[in-house]
């Protein structure tokens, strides 16, 4: 199975950018629905992006969308999430993950396989 690791994240002020990696071990990412799904705190976990099954197409959360950009590497063992325009309400546990059992991948609970997470805080 894959273990996926994220990094990037850290304090920000509102207008600026961070990107996040997500570094993919075990198997490369080929086999997988692969997305970014964040928590702030006192909430529940919230869909952000991420790609189709074949790798092809992106989708983006209505919140984010024109300001993230997922993408990968051609290796297809690291992930990233530009993030720009940052705004306060951005503020949150991110997450890479990762699902092969199919399922609604706008749903958080269809991903299999997660990372440990990395904290963004976007100051006012």
């Known amino acids: 199975q894959v273990q996926l690791v994220e990094s990037g994240g850290g304090l920000v002020q509102t207008g600026g950018s961070l990107r996040l990696s997500c570094a993919a071990s075990?198997?490369?990412?080929?086999?997988?629905?692969v997305g970014w799904i964040r928590q702030a705190p006192g909430k529940e976990r919230e869909f952000v992006a991420r790609?189709?099954?074949?790798?092809?197409?992106?989708y983006y959360a209505d919140s984010v969308k024109g300001r993230f950009t997922i993408s990968r590497d051609n290796a297809k063992t690291t992930v990233y999430l530009q993030m720009n325009s940052l705004k306060p309400e951005d503020t949150a546990v991110y997450y890479c993950?990762?699902?092969?059992?199919?399922?609604?991948?706008?749903?958080?609970?269809?991903?299999?396989?997660w990372g440990q997470g990395t904290q963004v805080t976007v100051s006012s």
């Open positions: 075990g198997r490369t990412l080929r086999s997988y629905t």
């Open positions: 993950a990762a699902g092969d059992s199919g399922g609604d991948y706008w749903s958080p609970a269809a991903y299999d396989y």
């Open positions: 790609f189709s099954r074949s790798g092809f197409s992106t």
